[in-house]
């Protein structure tokens, strides 16, 4: 489901993801999700909440900041 919401909201901005390096716990209800974007597959770490059958992208980590979307 956390995999779903980021492939969304990739797209949703113009680009696509390639494929998932982890998905990890990150606190309650949340996700740390490790996706490869576009033709050179460069890593974005997002912040996926989920609350039920629902997730969506809440944020982004940039160099270990949480910056929201």
Known sequence: MAQGAVSSYVESQGDYCTGF?????????EYLVCAKIGEYEWEAEYIVEVNGSDAWVIGRLDGGVFRPV
């Open 21 to 29: 390096d982890y998905v990890r716990p990150y606190a309650e209800n």
